[in-house]
């Protein structure tokens, strides 16, 4: 058994840490102008133009069975979507805003859509919540509001009542919690309590866990949905750490106690969360399962996102990614699903540009060669601890020896405690080839 142990939350995160891989979709009216999801933020687009959008939102080519298909495909097990993200839209039919999708071209509930398909598919379901809110009348401007440098931005503030907002997220959230069934995890999206503004703008002020109500927020989720996963962006501590656009390199902490935590890494597969059309950073297939291979190896779950067209598919280039994925997870998840980093001593025999995982049961050891070395890999202070080794991907035997490197000049590189593998010259399998090693 795997002797790590982290930190006790009040979600059901068992499955989670076993699943270690989900896909976030984020969509929504931005998916048009295709400059980012923060679009209406940063280029302050008016409201009457921002209006075009849920005018014109046709999302005709929706089909989120094929999303389900090729996240399942790519080994994904769980999926978050937003329901409402910055700007304030919402893809799903709420009781309590007109700001919604039946009301535009779109014309139906796409949350409906998207959790049918996924559970179809055998995928748990998330939600992801924006607690900011870019639209609704209640919602005080502040320094990240469209309407921040309107010249009477302040006017227009003045006689927003943020508790009105509170209870309308909580009306939301009761809404997505009570009309989709079972709902796995629950992301809201985000706190900024601590800043305020500068200069003109003094009389701004962040929002946190006291605007929004979080502790009745989360409480009633938890009453709705008492084993959801939660995440830690209402400012209350939760189940879940979020590193964002960074990848940790050892297992997340908590920052008082120093306990682990349960984490979930959120990347994108370009630079942005939202359909962007000219963004070009987009990932190579070596640094996508990379990311997923070091996510692991560190005891941690991955979260990768696809921004879906307006039109409603994935692009050629997410598509693409998802291939990648799943080109390699056909052949490679066992080192992935039910794995966690290795135990302590088995790390320090790590080689040279690899990355190790071991099933929780701690039976089996997984070798990723992200560089592939010549003729051998030496495991110092494995021998006799192994007793079979294969390529993941076929099951191809690896033999090794133990004690000494067998070549011509004998005795060179002659150590008791040493497992040498040999391996072929020309690397097998795909992009990153997976050594397992069944433990005695
Ligand atoms: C951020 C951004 C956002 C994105 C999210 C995903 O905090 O505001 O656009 O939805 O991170 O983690």
Redesign the pocket.
Known sequence: MSSYVTRKTPGDTAWFTRDRFGM?I?WGLYAMPARH??VKMREMIPEAHYDLYFKHFNPDLYDPREWARQAKAAGMRYAVM?TK??EGFCMFDSQFTDYKCTNTPAGRDLIREYVDAFRAEGLRVGF?YSL?DWHHPEFPIDMLHPRRDDPDAREQSRGRDVRKYAEYMRNQVRELLTNYGKVDILWF??SYGQRQGEGDKAWMKGKGKDEWESEELLGLARELQPGIIIDNRAEIEQDLW?P?QYQPTEWVRHYETGELVTWEA?QTLSGS?GYHRDEQTWKSPEMLIRMLINTVSVGGNLLMNVGPTARGYLDARAEAALKVYADWMRYNSRSIYGCTMAEPDLLKALPPDCRMTQSLDGKRLYLHLFAYPFGHLLLRGLAGRVEYAQFLHDASEVRFTEGAVRHFSEGAAKADDLLVLELPPVRPGYLVPVIELFLR
């Open positions: 976030f984020h999801e923060w937003t993200h910055h992801y900011i999206d985000f979020t964002e959120c969360w």
